[in-house]
């Protein structure tokens, strides 16, 4: 988000998609979970109250009817795994009581990949004033439950709240999709019916436990939960009851739980108190884009020995060792960061994702705009392009493990590589010019 796995293959785009509202959450990641490189999950539309049921042309149709069925089928065989995990006959009466067939979620599930949002769309919603205003506004209305965690668990409140503002518009936004009849729903399905069944046992131990009653277990489309979407796994193995009533609630209009639950995760993997996620940056002319690489680390006085410089003029102060991280290549903003990006990786490895947390909670301390311009009007490649774009990388000789359109760490390497066999900038971008000479 291993604290819940989601991965959703099917997702093959550089930069996570966003909801178009402004005062809406960004679009829904599943998290906290630990995944490969993948980017933030794509919620075009929100969630629905009920199943979605109608026959809308899609590329797959789903043929309802049949499936529920099946699926009917499928429960009844599911139960016997359930029980032999401990879920007692009870408790599966009652979550599964009114569960249907959801094909609103499947449909979600297999559009994906279709959506994509550059780097820079993304974080204008990120941190948009209205986001930050809000962000501001949640601060001081939970002034005091904010502070008692940040003293708890030494994870900054303006870092907790920008998740919660980019996981759920600040609670605003989570999600009523019933998690039991989701989760149910793309394990039958199958494609990933493994992870998927392990998720909605989990979320079957919680309705046990008795944290929350089945009916009032609801999230996002994929099963993710409450003001900053636990995963079923996660909550099991991370959520804190923090009010100490008893109970784990991160679903409840206080979201005191859920606010330390996220801190309580953050903490676990190492959160790094009085160190910042990253710093923008200034590149010295002629610096060598080699170095931009989260496998180079330099302490901030050997990076400013290089040239770099915060956007002050000044030397970085020593925060610990930093890498480079170029997000939209050499046109775009540069920062220097830190052990705190990677745990907050965590929560969703997209460095997208990471910069607009990161850059959401500076702003919620009153800190700047990215004051760098970005290439606005670079036109993206599609996914059916990337994936021409790591065929042709590897037939030039540039080894790469999959052909996936996951613009990873592998593919990056690969794109420089090539841009150092050619003469131009290694900067890693996978760029349509890119594409071109490759052809």
Do not use: C
Request: hydrophobic share 40%; charged share 25%; aromatic share 10%.
């Amino acid at each position: 988000m291993r604290i819940g796995v989601l991965v959703l293959s099917a997702i093959a785009m550089i930069w996570p998609g966003v909801s178009t509202a402004e005062s809406g959450a960004i679009t829904t990641s599943l998290r906290p979970l630990e995944r490969p490189d993948l980017v933030v999950p794509v919620r075009v539309t929100r969630p629905q109250a009920r199943p979605i049921r109608s026959a809308a042309p899609q590329a797959a149709p789903v043929q309802v009817a049949a499936s529920n069925a099946r699926f009917e089928r499928w429960i009844g065989a599911f139960r016997g795994r359930a029980q032999a995990k401990g879920i007692s006959a009870a408790v599966l009466d009652r979550s599964f009581r009114d569960v249907r067939y959801n094909a609103g979620v499947i449909k979600k599930d297999r559009n994906q990949s279709e959506y994509t949002k550059q780097i820079w769309d993304y974080l204008d919603s990120a941190a948009s004033p209205t986001r930050v205003e809000n962000g501001k506004a949640a601060l001081r209305k939970h002034k005091r439950v904010l502070s008692a965690i940040e003293a708890k668990y030494g994870v900054d409140k303006e870092v907790v709240t920008a998740v919660w503002g980019l996981e759920s518009a600040y609670g605003e936004r989570r999600g009523d999709i019933p998690t039991i009849e989701a989760l149910a729903t793309l394990a039958f399905d199958g494609r990933r019916g493994k992870f998927f069944e392990s998720q909605l046992i989990a979320a079957l131990k919680i309705a046990q436990a008795g944290d929350v009653a089945p009916r009032r277990m609801t999230g996002s489309w994929a099963g993710a939960m409450g003001h900053t979407q636990f995963i079923p796994t996660s909550y099991l193995a991370y959520a804190v009851d923090f009010t100490g009533d008893g109970k784990r609630d991160i679903w409840s209009e206080d979201p005191t739980d859920a606010l330390a639950s996220t801190a309580a995760y953050l903490a676990r993997f190492g959160w790094v108190k009085g160190q910042p996620w990253g710093v923008e940056v200034t590149l010295p002319r002629g610096f060598n884009y080699g170095l931009a690489s989260r496998k180079v680390k330099k302490s901030p006085a050997d990076w400013a020995a290089l040239g770099v410089r915060g956007t002050n003029g000044r030397a970085v102060p020593n925060y610990g060792s930093a890498s480079i991280l170029l997000p939209a290549g050499a046109q775009g903003a540069a920062f220097m960061i830190f052990k705190n990006f990677s745990v907050i990786e965590r929560y969703n490895v997209a460095d997208a994702y990471v910069i607009g947390v990161g850059h959401l909670s500076d702003r919620l301390k009153g800190g700047p705009e990215i004051q760098a311009k970005w290439p606005r009007g670079y036109e993206p490649l599609s996914f059916k392009e990337r994936k021409e774009l790591q065929r042709k990388l590897r037939r030039a000789g540039f080894p790469l493990e999959k052909i996936d359109g996951i613009i990873g760490p592998n593919t990056i390497d690969a794109i420089r590589a090539y841009q150092r066999s050619v003469g131009v900038t290694p900067d890693g971008y996978p760029s349509v010019d890119l594409l071109k000479r490759l052809r």
